[in-house]
């Protein structure tokens, strides 16, 4: 495997300049796809995924996306390479652990479109870009999606629509999430009001690191859980202009209350985590997301100054155990990572 | 009252030069005393006390101690002057609080000999000095008391000796103490340990305050509980020659334990209480204490460099809620000394 992944500079959804960019991190928009006349995964040999395997990598590379398609295979990936691909958002956990002939294809340098192969699916084709852009996002996977179709032709239902492994992804198929920064409602303790509100709108709410992982750094990924008796605009058009607008607004209110009515305890706790994250000499992964997390807080809210979004943005994936490992060159265990993290942070003023 | 209290450059037990001192802040002497024919304060009237107020004042100002005695009449000095006093060890908290009749004298500008007149006993007698120094302390506080004795007579009985308001106070009526930073101990889990073996030496353990108080900042105060059926020279040298000398033993090895076998998390502890210090927006007074004390063991341990440990001694003094109040010179609420108290910490390097 090549090592394109030495470098996040090029990353598109690490922007800072997106729309909405203080609250919104990125928007994303996945499709769930089988091949027409290959057998489901549950159902599929060794061989067939191979095939599977042959068609995407051939039709892909063919698709015109304005960008190179790398390819990955994951059989032979070592564990760190398939780490860092996680870490990026291009495959999943599950992905990353099977032990079955699966691969990824992703466009390069900016990382935006990538194909999971052989996951639930035969293809979880995602477009991920910073700030909200769902709209954009929608586009530019809906193009690469009818290339692809016309090319190895989807199984789909006429009155079903596209189907799928999984009964909740049957129909459009599409799923768009959000990946939103909420320390304001987290430091207000309006957070909770925020998720109960979500999840009764049948919204996932998940950490920056998906199912089951906790929303370290204040990172909340907000997705449409059913896709079934909705087109696939109208589940874009409620996230794109009500759900999401709503979410930042009440993010808004909640930076200005701590503006207007907890300064000092809003400054308090934007320098204490500067401070940490400079003198520190130990640090996890899951705290130095946080620190990040209140020190982009600072910046967006004036509070802190000389410190800049792309740097804060590029550290919360670069403190990533396997990018960290990457960034030293050096296979640590989890007491030397610790260390490394505490080390790879800015170096304290003047030292 | 005159406001000798404004600075605390002269306070002799602040000096870091003491024997021992990387662990002994300071070593303390206390006398208990009655007045010959005078009523004790369980049955004295309002005139009995400022009698005794009156013949101490004269004759502990007659007495040759090398410095000038100055005198704090505690019923006209207002609650932020007599919580100066208590914060500078001078006055028990007991004594700061009464409403009758009483007083405070002082030896000026070092503070090391201060006499509570009318507090449980006519007099509390104490000298204070920086380091190991119990037997230093002893003398000057012996002379003063001979002095003293000789001019005014003190209530005692051949057998039992000195005659105290409590029984555990007969006898000598010396209490020997010494003000000890043990955050090693701390750090290595064995403060526990140190604490139980101290109790069953019918030791007492304090904190940096006294009777009830939490051990903030690491500094517990060790002290004799009874002084009848020993001497004063056999309290002493228990003391000096055998107790301290082994809590010191002990604190010693558990910082060297730490350099040894688990620096980076050393390292980690007191670079990160340096930050906080640093970067704090609002502090409380214990918090800065163990702050203060966690970056001492720095500085003392080479971890950190460029503070200096007379900086730490007086911020710890500094930091506490009347003695913040003199230093901004205004009467603040608790959240106001909160960020007065993270804005007088030393500013931030480059700030």
Redesign the interface.
């Known amino acids: 495997m090549s090592d394109p992944m030495s470098t996040v500079e090029g990353v598109q959804w690490l922007r800072t300049d997106g729309r909405e960019g203080d609250i919104v991190l990125s928007s994303r928009v996945r499709l769930a796809r089988n091949i027409a006349g290959l057998p489901f995964l549950t159902r599929a040999t060794i061989d067939d995924r191979r095939h599977v395997m042959r068609l995407v990598r051939k039709h892909s590379r063919a698709a015109e996306i304005g960008e190179a398609m790398e390819w990955f295979d994951l059989e032979s990936a070592s564990r760190s390479e398939r780490e860092i691909l996680v870490e990026r958002h291009l495959i999943s956990r599950q992905h990353a652990k099977g032990d079955e002939p699966r691969a990824l294809t992703v466009s390069m340098p900016e990382e935006q479109l990538a194909v999971m192969v052989n996951e639930e699916d035969h293809l979880r084709i995602q477009l991920i870009r910073s700030g909200l852009a769902l709209t954009d996002a929608w586009d530019q996977i809906n193009r690469f999606d009818d290339q692809l179709e016309s090319r190895v032709g989807y199984a789909f239902h006429p009155r079903m629509g596209y189907l799928t492994a999984c009964p909740t992804n049957v129909g459009t198929g599409v799923r768009v999430s959000v990946m939103l920064h909420l320390p304001g409602l987290k430091l207000t303790g309006e957070i909770d009001k925020a998720r109960r509100a979500a999840k009764a709108m049948s919204l996932a709410v998940r950490g920056f690191y998906g199912e089951g992982s906790e929303a370290a750094g204040d990172l909340y990924q907000i997705s449409n859980q059913t896709t079934l008796g909705k087109s696939e605009e109208q589940i874009l058009e409620e996230f794109e202009r009500s759900i999401i607008p709503d979410v930042i607004r009440f993010e808004r209110q909640a930076r200005e209350t701590l503006l207007d009515r907890r300064r000092?305890?809003l400054?308090?706790r934007v320098?204490?985590a500067?401070?940490?994250l400079?003198?520190?000499?130990?640090l996890n992964a899951d705290e130095a997301m946080q620190l990040l997390s209140q020190v982009r807080l600072g910046v967006l809210l004036g509070v802190i100054e000389g410190v800049d979004l792309r740097t804060i943005a590029e550290l919360q994936l670069l403190t990533q155990p396997a990018h960290l490992q990457r960034v030293v060159g050096e296979t640590l265990d989890q007491?030397q990572r610790?260390?490394a993290r505490?080390d790879f942070v800015p170096p304290?003023?003047?030292g």
Chains 1, 2 share one sequence.
């Open positions: 000092p305890m400054e308090d320098q204490r500067l401070g940490a400079l003198y520190a000499r130990l007491a610790r260390r505490a304290r003023p003047g």
